[in-house]
């Protein structure tokens, strides 16, 4: 049986996908990776090279929104949750 994340959740998948990134022993080069994500597809490397702690269909809606249009305000979530718990 399939799972799927509602794209309101979002913001909470953020916040906890920052986290997970920020507790990384890896993380402060995730954040300065993130910061320099000048593309989607740059962004999207980065996420899909990390470890989220979500499970598939929480990291999709995830990849989904970063690789869209709004792609930076998902970049300035995930950093903004990740820059708070460094």
Known sequence: MAHRVDERHLTGLLGTAGKAI???PEGKRVVQQLKVA???EDLLFVLRSADLSLADP???VITRAAGGTEWKDV???LLRSAELQL
């Open 22 to 24: 920020a507790a990384m």
């Open 38 to 40: 000048k593309t989607s």
């Open 58 to 60: 929480a990291r999709d």
């Open 75 to 77: 970049r300035a979530t």
